[in-house]
């Protein structure tokens, strides 16, 4: 069950990514909205790399990131079943909006070109699971199972250009 602070962030980060995928021509919303709560979700509540670093979607900061960074702690998965925490620079953002946008920015690069033709949720993150995103062995799993659990699939309605029903 969510908390009102999952509810609400749902809310909120839900309508700026379907607006993003929308004009950037994307099919499906739900998996990228299950993402953010994945990335963000912690305990009841959202981590601070969300919520206080509008990082939704645990965007590493990388060599080529010219914009804000700060070193947190993480767990990385590199051998099945077995977490590695280490320290790493992830991308900041200064508010939701930008983070949103900041994830678009992410996956527009020829590694993660195929996305954006993806028609269902499950193809989504198939992909961005094989295009190496995330370590996570369960990580199109985990977020199949957010998209079920919190109705994200309500994101992906009217998406190819139809009138959106509420």
Known sequence: MASEIQKNFIQEIGPY???EAMARGYHVC???????????FKGQGLSQLASK??????????????GKSICLRTG????????????DSFRVYDNMESGVKGYFEFINTARYA????????????????A?????SSTYVKNNMNRIALYGLQIYD???DGGVVIN
């Open 76 to 87: 990385e998965e590199y051998t099945t079943g077995k977490i590695t925490f280490i320290n």
């Open 114 to 129: 195929n996305l954006k033709d993806a028609r269902t949720p499950l193809e989504y993150l198939e992909r961005i699971k």
């Open 53 to 66: 670093y509008h990082n939704y979607f645990g965007m590493k900061a990388g060599k080529s990131w010219k």
């Open 30 to 40: 739900s998996p990228i909205v299950a993402q953010a709560t994945v990335e963000s």
């Open 131 to 135: 295009d190496g995103y995330a370590t």
């Open 157 to 159: 309605e009217d998406l």
């Open 17 to 19: 990514i379907r607006r």
